[in-house]
């Protein structure tokens, strides 16, 4: 057996291990990064990017059918599919072509095939050209996850879509049903009722985006349900029979669902089964995610993971950050995953955003605070864009000015808790929002009247 030695072995090209792969090769290392097939990495491929392009699309939709208010006229408005999928598609294209020319440029090898260790340090994978064996002075595992099918009778027989063939479909599905509450089942669900499918959700839990507040998760659920979508929710004991694409069935709750396709947003597990973790002596944890220190460092000597495999959040952002914490170990940083400050944003319509903790991790934390709310339809933007639905919601400590949290369920949701996430980091008090001379109309405007709210500490 023929072993190609580097100085750093990247298995797995999601956004931490390719940006590592190409910052390596540039600083002179002698770089291979092990890719399975999905150049740039998931997020590109059949997550983020994909999503959004296809949520897009159907936000163009759901405007055009509806344009009365703006002063439009329209008849007869539809929806092509197949025009709608070629657009996701060449927005991928054109990404991973990007992705690639930064690979060549920076003089990494690629190899591109089904890895799996055959001994410490050392990954064997299986090409198009054959097999070949690479060892790495540093291995940094970076395989992410998949979408998990949960235990549910004839689920898995009735070959349920996920978000990865989802994206791919030519044709709307004419009755949609999505075996999942949280954020994926939420916009891909919102995005197919807005192509002008029936769509049915159906939760475990009794509410919608189970993480989030009582009140955000109660106002998505009126967001949707006035566009039209079924959700069903506390659903227990689900059977599901038929086939996805052709006529499927779910019971639950004493309830028949039916639909022509079916689609799995519940959950996801790590891509560490079958790849010779144990033979690499890398350790997993209870829920099969690889273990990791502070530093993102494994219990095999000089072996790292990166990103959701690692247990990371599940934001390409998040996986980012990783790889600035393993280029710090290299360079004699200090940098660790201890007390980051990690946003999310949920691509709905009305879209929801937040940073910090809200209001049950607050209690559940014993952290003492006071909370500024404001509805969106006060906002004097969000009313000229007929966008009103939503609040905005701060938490501040108790006895200090300092923000603990931020959620916003509202048209520019993202960009705002930025704005807020940014007066974190600098450790400003929330007079600064209040205070700060921000533009008019602007949506981040809110900002000033939402910290106006706010009682002043107790003593």
């Given at each position: 057996?023929?072993i190609e030695?580097?100085d750093i ?5 999601g956004?931490?291990g390719?940006?590592l ?9 002698r ?28 936000e163009i939709?759901?405007?055009?059918r ?6 439009s ?30 690979f ?12 799996k260790?055959v001994?410490?340090k050392t990954?064997e ?5 054959g097999?070949?064996t690479?060892?790495?002075?540093k291995v940094?595992i970076?395989?992410g ?5 949960p235990d549910v009778?004839?689920?898995a027989e009735?070959?349920p ?6 994206l ?5 599905p ?21 192509f002008?499918?029936e769509?049915t ?5 009794p509410?919608?985006?189970?993480r989030?507040?009582?009140d955000?998760?109660?106002a998505?659920?009126?967001a949707?349900?006035?566009?039209g979508?079924?959700i ?11 086939k996805?694409g ?7 709750n004493?309830?028949?669902?039916e ?17 010779g973790l144990d033979?690499?002596?890398?350790e997993l944890?209870?829920?099969g ?7 993102l460092r494994?219990?095999?000597p000089?072996?790292w ?14 996986s ?7 280029k710090?170990?290299?360079?004699g ?5 201890v007390?980051?400050l990690?946003?999310y944003c949920v691509f709905?319509?009305?879209e929801?955003?937040r ?7 607050a209690r559940q934390?014993?952290v003492?605070y ?6 969106m339809?006060?906002i004097?933007r969000a ?5 009103r639905r ?13 923000i603990?949290?931020f959620?916003m369920l ?6 705002v808790?930025?704005?807020v996430q ?8 929330y ?6 001379i921000?533009a ?6 809110g ?8 009682a002043p500490?107790?003593?």
């Open positions: 057996m023929q030695h580097f072995l990247i298995f797995g090209g956004k931490a390719k940006t792969a190409v910052d390596q090769a540039k600083a002179g290392k770089v291979a990064m092990i890719e399975a097939g999905m150049i740039g990495g998931s997020c590109i491929n059949i997550a983020c990017i994909p999503s959004k392009t296809f949520i897009r699309s159907a939709a759901h405007a055009l509806s344009p009365t208010e703006f002063g006229l329209a008849d007869g408005v539809g929806a092509d599919f197949g025009a709608v999928a070629g657009r996701t598609a060449r927005v991928v294209a054109e990404m991973v072509k990007a992705n690639q020319a930064s060549d440029a920076s003089g990494m090898t690629l190899v591109i095939g089904w890895g260790f001994a410490p990954i994978v299986r090409t198009e050209a097999v070949r690479l060892r790495g002075e940094y970076n395989l996850t998949s979408a998990q099918v009778p004839g689920l009735a070959s879509l996920t978000h990865v063939e989802a791919k479909i030519d044709s709307l004419k009755k949609l049903i999505v075996i999942g509450g949280g954020y994926i089942g939420l916009e891909l669900g919102q995005a197919v009722r807005r002008g499918a769509v959700i159906i939760e475990r839990n509410r919608l985006a189970p989030e507040d009582q955000a998760s109660d998505i659920f009126d949707l349900t006035e566009e979508l079924t069903v929710l506390n659903a227990k004991d689900l059977k599901v029979s038929g996805s052709d006529a499927v069935r779910v019971e639950c004493g309830h028949v669902y639909g022509s396709h079916i689609l799995v947003a519940a959950g996801r597990k790590p891509r560490t089964q079958g790849i033979i690499a002596g890398v944890d209870d829920r995610f690889i273990k990791v220190d502070d530093h494994t219990s095999a000089e072996v993971a990166m990103g959701e495999v690692a247990g990371t959040p599940m934001f390409t952002h998040a980012l950050d990783d790889y600035r914490v393993v710090s170990g290299l360079t940083g200090a940098r660790t995953t007390d980051r990690i946003p709905i319509d009305p929801f955003a940073i910090g903790l809200n209001e049950n991790e934390a014993g003492r006071r909370v500024a709310k404001l509805p339809d006060v004097p009313r000229t864009l007929s966008k939503g609040f905005m919601k701060a938490l501040v400590e108790e006895r200090s000015d300092r603990i949290g959620s509202g048209v520019n949701a993202g960009d808790m930025t704005v940014m007066t974190m980091l600098g450790g400003l008090p007079t600064a929002l209040r205070d700060g921000f008019h109309p602007t949506i981040s405007e900002l000033n009247m939402l910290f106006a709210t706010l500490p107790t003593n």
